[in-house]
């Protein structure tokens, strides 16, 4: 990837960062579940369709400083500039069944150690959209960190043609945001598919919940 591709994809990551400040400040927000709030270092999860959202009203939840997982190439370099805007520090991973994704969950792990938060799309980066990864429970195993679900919705809005169907809200929108009850897990805790269910569970209950509040 030349560097002018990648100089555009990172400053096309800023535009969408700053959209999702300028609908921040616009919308009206209602909120719900924030006495589940963990005054620690957390690991925040939500499905990829909301990332506009979730990323441009991390910062009004908490101060802590917060990191996020960044694809590889093209979509990565766009990423990295919209994380940046949004005030979250990238971990690039590797290509998928490529390199080595330790060294992205070992910066995850020294900033949770270091009252930091992690906020991760759990279907992401490239989908099916729906399906939960383990990568964000292992790192919930290693550290024992709370791990927290959060619900969005969105009216009036859009949905971007594309695998996630992105939620795009327009200028003025009403944004719902919905704090499932944390969880913990045990160092011996298996990530299997009867686990990644039920992870998909509490996050469809919040999404709903986020939904009917509009």
Do not use: C
């Not at 990295?80 to 080595?100: R, V």
């Not at 959209?129 to 009036?156: D, S, Y």
């Not at 269910?197 to 919940?209: F, G, M, Y």
């Amino acid at each position: 990837m030349s560097n002018l591709i990648e100089r555009a994809a990172n400053f096309w990551g800023h535009q969408i960062a700053a959209y999702g400040r300028h609908i921040a400040k616009t919308s009206e927000i209602k909120s719900e579940g924030m006495e589940n709030l963990p005054a620690e270092p957390t690991i925040w999860y939500a499905w990829h369709s909301t990332n506009l959202v979730s990323l441009a009203l991390h910062h009004t939840v908490t101060s802590r400083p917060t990191q996020g997982f960044v694809p590889p190439g093209l979509i990565g370099a766009t990423m990295i500039g919209w994380l940046e805007g949004a005030g979250i520090q990238p971990a690039p991973l590797p290509k998928d069944n490529t390199g080595n994704p330790s060294a992205a969950l070992k910066s995850m792990i020294r900033g949770l150690s270091k009252e930091g938060d992690v906020i991760v799309a759990v279907d992401g980066p490239h989908g099916p959209a729906g399906k939960v990864r383990p990568g964000t429970f292992w790192l919930g195993k290693m550290t024992g960190r709370p791990l927290m679900a959060v619900g969005i919705a969105a009216r009036p809005a859009i949905r971007f043609p594309r695998w996630d169907r992105h939620l795009i809200p327009l200028p003025g929108a009403r944004l719902a945001i919905v704090f499932g009850k944390p969880i913990r897990l045990e160092r011996n805790q298996e990530l299997d598919e009867t686990f990644l269910e039920s992870i998909k569970d509490l996050l469809n209950a919040a999404s709903r919940r986020a939904w009917e509040i509009l």
